[in-house]
């Protein structure tokens, strides 16, 4: 079998990558340029291919010979980050790689969307029958790649499985670093009661959730909730990782609305500038809005089973920031 990751020189496609090579597959990488992380790549036994998720036209060679494409590159949120490169990275692309990879002879394609398409969660846990509702440009941008993928690949006759992650973190991770760091070092600030649900995915269980994605039979055109096997509220989560860091928790508590008002001030002078904020609404989005999610689909027709705890992944996360010199 023979697989292509786009983003694999990121956190989550470079785990994915490394782990369907650790299980024999050949695997090529779309990267946009030969730099270290294509190098390490090339290292740990990955093709990297020169290649742009935006040119449509770079998508053919890479795809030759390929038979599963797992698509993990993505426009973060980012101020640099214009509409125009969500929908080019985010939506556009999907349908690109689905029509490309018919022609190419891909079997199936595997895209990584996200949760956040189902926005703040009124009745946990979710499914993925779920409201839709989106709250900023990155969550609807995904949502059209879902869209805009399912259609081409009903025009194509491509298998098309759509992967929704729940907040994804391990070694390596960058995003939930001022979390960790935060409670290691006593200086987390929690806004609001803190009783709203968050709900983590270690890395390696998501990676084989994407694996599960790309192989079972009968997840042809279906969409899976994939997350961890425990949900927590955000103080309790705050509480077992100053547990595993061995520090009291934080207690310092702040209003929501003020920093929410300060944040968007703060977006309406930096973002036009292409200046990154020093602080964003979305920041704040994540004191206040419940994600808690339910993988019986997941479970049931993949056979997907978290099987590192939220305990021992915060153990292991911390561990690796320790190694890095960030805590």
């Not at 990121?10 to 730099?35: I, Y």
């Not at 209003?255 to 602080?279: D, N, R």
Request: glycine share 12%.
């Amino acid at each position: 079998m023979r697989a292509l990751v786009t983003g694999a020189t990121g956190f989550t496609g470079g785990h994915l990558a490394r782990a369907l090579r650790a299980r024999g597959q050949d695997v090529r990488a779309l990267v946009r340029a030969e730099d270290a992380g294509a190098q390490a790549l090339r290292a740990d036994g990955i093709e990297p291919w020169m290649g742009d998720l935006r040119d449509a036209r770079a998508l053919g060679p890479a795809l030759a010979g390929i038979d599963i494409v797992y698509n993990i590159g993505a426009t973060y949120r980012q101020a640099a980050a214009r509409r125009a490169d969500y929908h080019a990275i985010n939506a556009r692309a999907v349908a690109d790689l689905v029509e490309t990879g018919a022609g190419a002879g891909v079997r199936r394609v595997v895209h990584c969307s996200t949760v956040g398409v189902h926005g703040d969660v009124e009745h946990p846990p979710a499914d993925e029958d779920a409201p839709l509702r989106p709250g900023d440009e990155y969550q609807r941008s995904k949502l059209e790649g879902e869209n805009l993928g399912r259609e081409a690949a009903g025009r194509c006759g491509v298998e098309l499985v759509i992967a929704r992650p729940s907040g994804i973190y391990g070694p390596g991770d960058r995003r939930l670093l001022k979390l960790f760091r935060g409670v290691a070092r006593g200086t987390f600030v929690t806004l609001g009661a803190g009783e709203i649900f968050y709900h983590l995915t270690y890395i390696d269980d998501l990676v084989e959730g994407f694996r599960l994605c790309g192989e079972i039979p009968a997840a042809s055109g279906r969409t899976y909730i994939l997350a961890g096997g425990e949900v927590t509220r955000l103080n309790e989560l705050v509480a077992r990782i100053a547990a595993a860091a061995g520090v009291r928790p934080p207690r310092l508590r702040l209003p929501v609305w003020p920093v929410w008002t300060a944040g968007a001030l703060c977006e309406a002078v930096c973002v036009p500038l292409g200046i990154e904020p020093p602080l964003y609404r979305r920041r704040v989005d994540f004191f206040t809005k419940s994600r808690a999610f339910n993988i019986a689909r997941a479970r049931r027709e993949l056979g997907f089973s978290p099987r590192v705890g939220l305990d021992e992944g915060i153990r292991h996360t911390l561990d690796w920031y320790r190694a890095q010199g960030w805590i």
